[in-house]
C-alpha cells in the first residue's frame, strides 16, 4: 500500500485526485492540506510515503514545505504538482528535495505512474516536461564545466563572504536550499569542507 498526502489550496482539486484514485487498490489518501503549514504538520502526524503538492500555496509556499519535510523525513517521496513547467520552477522543486515533478493536465494514468516510481526510489518527471532544456541549463557551467547557473550565484555570493541566511534572502529560496548546493559544490568540486569551497570562491572571483 502507497499512502500519499496532497498539498493543494484548491479543494475541489484535492477531492477530483482523491475521486480519481479510489478505485487504485494500493494508494490510499491518507492526508489532505490547503496551505503549506497545513501540509507539514500533516505529514508530521501521518507521515505518508508519498506527498503531492502544488508550488504556490498560501502561507508557506510548496518549495518551503518540501524542505522541511524532507530535513525531517528524508524517505518520503515528494512530488510537484503545478501548472509551472518552467525550468526555473523544476530546478527549485528539485533542490528543495522532490524527486517527481507532474503538471495539472496530466492524465490519471501519469499521476499513478508518479506515485508509484517515486515510491520505489526512482524520479519521474512529465513528459509535458523539456528536459533536455533543462538538463542543457543544468549543464551550463563554470570554469571547470560542472556548476549549474544556481551554484555559480551562491558561489559568488560565498565569495563576497556572506552567510547561507543572507544568500537565501537575496536569491529568495530557503537556507536548507542554499546548504544543499554547498553540500553538492564540494562534493563536485572534490573541496572537503566550507573553509576550502570559500578558498576556492575567493580564488576564482573574477572568473565566474
Known amino acids: ?20 484514485i ?8 491518507v492526508c489532505s492540506a ?31 514545505a518540501t524542505e522541511i519535510i524532507k530535513k525531517e523525513f528524508p524517505k518520503i517521496a515528494v512530488i510537484a504538482f503545478t501548472m509551472f513547467d ?31 516510481t517515486v515510491a520505489e526510489g526512482t524520479p519521474f518527471f512529465d513528459s509535458q516536461i523539456d528536459l533536455s532544456a533543462f538538463e542543457e541549463d543544468h549543464s551550463a557551467t563554470s570554469k571547470s564545466g560542472l556548476l549549474t547557473k544556481r ?30 548546493h554547498r553540500k553538492n559544490m564540494m562534493r563536485i568540486l572534490e573541496l572537503k569542507g566550507k573553509g576550502e569551497l570559500l578558498r576556492y570562491a575567493l580564488d576564482r572571483k573574477y572568473d565566474f
Request: no cysteine; aromatic share 2%; glycine share 6%.
Open 86 to 116: 518552467q525550468q526555473d520552477a523544476v530546478q527549485q522543486m528539485l533542490d528543495a528535495g522532490a524527486s517527481g515533478y507532474i503538471l495539472k493536465n496530466s492524465s490519471l494514468q501519469t499521476l499513478k505512474n508518479a506515485i508509484e
Open 151 to 180: 551554484q555559480l550565484e551562491i558561489l559568488r555570493l560565498i565569495a563576497q563572504g556572506k552567510t547561507s541566511r543572507e544568500i537565501a534572502d537575496e536569491l529568495f529560496i530557503g537556507v536548507h536550499t542554499v546548504d544543499t
Open 34 to 64: 490547503t496551505d503549506g503549514l497545513e501540509l507539514v504538520e500533516a505529514v508530521r502526524k501521518h507521515q505518508p510515503d508519498v506527498i503531492i503538492t502544488d508550488i504556490r500555496m498560501p502561507k508557506m509556499d510548496g518549495i518551503q
Open 1 to 20: 500500500m502507497i499512502r500519499i498526502a496532497i498539498g493543494e489550496d484548491h479543494q475541489s482539486l484535492i477531492d477530483g485526485i482523491a475521486l480519481l
Open 22 to 29: 479510489q478505485d487504485i487498490a494500493h494508494i490510499q489518501l
